[in-house]
């Protein structure tokens, strides 16, 4: 896209191309299987715990690990006798690392010790502890607080503020399994896009922005389609085509 000149001709210019870009995505999604009755993901309405676990585990992996961490976790817990993950709030996430002798030691009771990035990241379970933390001072405990909160800039801050979280997929991977109506534009999502409209590479942002001016668009076809389940529909349409 040019932006050196100057004048109403490439102000349409740039309105076309984007217009193009969105008509290109819109007929990607219809051509995705099973349109338009996508389901959305259950997501963790009730367990803060797993919501924060499982969107900073994810980034970066196969999903497959993220599902048998959080299976570890499960079974952690029924060994110790500290309840069910399908309740569990950001002060019970942080009393069950503590409990481990912190990070290091609930890293080893998972035995999950990757990290947030190959160069100068920390544990995922160090960004795990601290995100917890961060929400929790805050009044964020549950879903449903961050249900009611997703608006919030300062929460957004501190969420991008946790090592390895600043690009925000992670953000706003947590609402979508808080039950939050979003997109994460994730590398498959980014994919996704790219394909669609012919170039890459298409930055997270541009992605994002893309999915949701066309599933708005998409609204007269499909009423009851949301954000979630379009999101899910690429998600597994992407890894399907990967496998």
Request: aromatic content about 6%.
């Amino acid at each position: 896209m040019v932006h050196a000149c100057t004048g109403g001709q490439c102000r349409e210019a740039e309105v076309e191309m984007a217009t193009n870009d969105v008509g290109e995505v819109m007929a990607a999604i219809r051509a995705l299987p099973g349109w338009p009755d996508f389901v959305a993901p259950t997501g963790y309405p009730d367990s803060m715990a797993l919501c924060v676990m499982d969107s900073i585990w994810s980034i970066g992996v196969r999903y497959s690990s993220v599902e048998h961490l959080l299976a570890r976790y499960r079974t952690w817990l029924k060994g110790e006798g500290r309840g069910s993950a399908n309740k569990r709030t950001l002060t019970d996430l942080i009393d069950d690392i503590t409990a481990c002798g912190g990070p290091e030691g609930f890293a080893d009771a998972l035995g999950n010790h990757s990290r947030t990035s190959t160069r100068n990241g920390v544990l995922k379970a160090a960004a795990v502890f601290d995100a917890a933390t961060r929400l929790s001072d805050a009044g964020v405990n549950r879903p449903s607080d961050l249900r009611r909160r997703h608006n919030d800039p300062e929460v957004k801050k501190l969420w991008r503020g946790v090592k390895g979280q600043s690009s925000g997929i992670s953000w706003r991977y947590l609402l979508i399994l808080a039950g939050v109506d979003d997109v994460k534009a994730d590398r498959m999502i980014c994919r996704f896009v790219e394909s669609a409209v012919g170039r890459r590479p298409i930055s997270h942002d541009e992605a994002h922005q893309l999915v949701v001016v066309a599933h708005s668009d998409l609204r007269p076809e499909a009423p009851s389609l949301s954000l979630r389940a379009l999101d899910h529909a690429i998600w597994n349409a992407q890894r399907a085509r990967g496998r």
